[in-house]
C-alpha cells in the first residue's frame, strides 16, 4: 500500500501574526480576503510538515512526539485536517 503524501498549494501563504495562524491563497497576484483562514496550533503545525515527502504516518508520528493525547483522536483530527486542506484546495494529495 502506497502512503499518501501532500503537497501545499504554491499559491497559498502561511503567516504568523501575532498568536494567529493565517492562509492566504493568492490568486494572479490578488488576495481573496473571503478566503483568509485561521489555523490552530495543530493545523499550522501540520501545515509545517506537508513538503510533497512527509507521509501521512510520518506527520502523524510528529505530531504525536509534539502534542499530547490519545492516538486515536490525532489519527481522526490529522485525517480531518488534510481533507479539509484538500477540499479548499490549500494542498493536494500527491499520493
Known sequence: MVEKVYAKNPDVVFRKIADEFILVPVRQKVVD?????????TAAFIWELIDGKNSVSCIKSKVA???????????SDISEILGKFKTLLLAEELS
Open 65 to 75: 512526539e509534539a502534542f499530547e493525547g490519545e492516538n486515536a483522536q490525532f489519527d
Open 33 to 41: 480576503l473571503k478566503s483568509i483562514y485561521t489555523l490552530n496550533e
